[in-house]
């Protein structure tokens, strides 16, 4: 399995920039950041909490960086449009000289919606616009020339060029629901959602299922999940986040007890594990509790 960190983009760039250069030298495998705005006064912080935006991020630390992947986790369809998003993606594949994964999803949050005047749809109207999102992607990335119809958005023999340096650019899809599985097998090179093995091992099977019935090796699609993760000695202090955070997945508690919670991950053939930032601390405390999950996973790998 492959190990990836989440760095939170509401902390000092200087900060994202240290912890990510931190896990490069020390040979964790990619780096992905969220695409939001603002917070959405749960669990993703405050609403007013100063927040880096996703795009320029990813290109800043293509920049300094020279090793690791690089992905969005995930860019929202409702406030992008698929050929800008694809032109970016491309931009970016070639300057971080092919390390570039694109993630996607159908988009969720409410309040940065409404605050900026876009609107969201019902969840059956967001998947279906997703669809047609993906396909638009697919045919931007890798064909000549792209057509596409629907009610969202219209391709005329619409170019893309340079292509990415990566045939075919990797496509992540996030998501969970039947529709969004049907989306991914069909489009994706990889999937992700959050999970512990429990969550993870029923969605996986409809995963396969929908893969099998478009006539799809379900090994073709590459499988990333991640947990709020918090190293701490504290049994106390560990349920206590574990039982706040819920119904979103966490492990908390010592290195042994973390990695013997993502072995579960391995069990159900994870390719690779990320881990977010959001409760790990900072400066010193946050790059010794990285390394020693680094250390951990070695015998996961």
């Not at 020339?145 to 045939?167: D, G, I, R």
């Not at 995963?207 to 073709?220: F, S, V």
Request: some cysteine; overall charge negative.
């Amino acid at each position: 399995m492959r190990l990836s960190l989440w760095p939170n983009l509401q902390q000092p760039w200087a900060e994202i920039v240290a912890v990510v250069q931190h896990v490069e030298r020390a040979g964790w495998d990619g780096v992905y950041v969220a695409d939001h705005f603002m917070g959405d006064g749960g669990g993703f912080g405050a609403v007013d909490t100063p927040t880096f935006e996703a795009t320029a991020a990813l290109g800043a630390l293509a920049g300094c960086t020279d090793r690791v992947r690089l992905g969005s986790l995930v860019l929202g369809a409702t406030y992008r449009h698929p050929a800008m998003v694809a032109n970016w993606a491309a931009t970016i594949d070639q300057t971080c000289n092919g390390r570039f994964v694109l993630g996607v999803g159908a988009g969720w949050q409410q309040n940065e919606h409404e605050q900026y005047g876009i609107g969201l749809p019902d969840v059956g109207e967001r998947v279906s616009r997703f669809a047609a999102y993906c396909d638009a992607l697919r045919q931007l990335l890798n064909d000549p020339f792209a057509n596409v119809s629907s009610p969202w958005f219209n391709l005329s023999n619409a170019v893309c060029e340079p292509k990415p340096k990566q045939t075919p650019l990797p496509l992540l899809v996030g998501g969970k629901g039947d529709r969004m599985l049907a989306i991914t097998a069909r489009h994706a090179n990889e999937w992700n959602m959050w999970s512990n093995a429990e969550i993870l091992a029923p969605r996986l099977e409809a995963l396969t299922r929908a893969c099998e019935r478009i006539g799809r090796d379900p090994a073709t699609i590459a499988v990333s999940t991640q947990a709020l993760v918090l190293v701490t000695n504290d049994p106390v202090k560990a349920r206590s986040l574990v039982e706040a955070v819920a119904p979103r997945p966490a492990f908390a508690g010592t290195v042994t007890e973390i990695i013997e919670q993502m072995a579960g991950w391995a069990a159900l053939g994870v390719d690779e594990v990320i881990v977010p930032d959001f409760v790990l601390g900072h400066g010193s405390r946050r790059l010794d509790a990285l390394d020693g999950l680094a250390a951990g996973f070695a015998d996961l790998r």
